[in-house]
């Protein structure tokens, strides 16, 4: 069975800092990419960063220079260190994972942690 767990989220004030943490099992965890996504109600989910089975990352403009995603394929954990948090990154923040193959696609999602920023 797969599954997703997000952990770490909270109530921080502006400048601060939280670390994300995301537990995966039930799939072959170093063959995937995975991302965190965030979302606010009413609008669309927000990929953040991701970082590939080659450990290859990406950011989001908004949080270039102040988050940063890592994994660790022994335990099949991927982290998000976020740092100097603003008002405007409070959202339900999702991890997901995802391989894709000639004529196939698998995509998890995990079932989202909230973070607040605020003072």
């Known amino acids: 069975q797969v599954q997703l767990v997000e952990s770490g989220g909270g109530l921080v004030q502006p400048g601060g800092s939280l670390r994300l943490s995301c537990a995966a099992s039930g799939f072959p965890f170093g063959t995937y990419a995975m991302s965190w996504y965030r979302q606010n109600p009413g609008r669309e989910r927000e990929q953040v960063a991701a970082i590939g089975a080659g450990a290859g990352t990406y950011y989001a403009d908004s949080v270039k220079g102040r988050f940063t995603i890592s994994r660790d394929n022994a335990k099949n954990m991927v982290y998000l260190q976020m740092n100097s948090l603003k008002p405007e990154d409070t959202a339900v923040y999702y991890c997901?994972?995802?391989?894709?193959?000639?004529?196939?696609?698998?995509?998890?999602w995990g079932q989202g942690t909230q973070v607040t920023v605020s003072s």
């Open positions: 997901l994972a995802e391989r894709v193959a000639t004529n196939r696609e698998w995509v998890y």
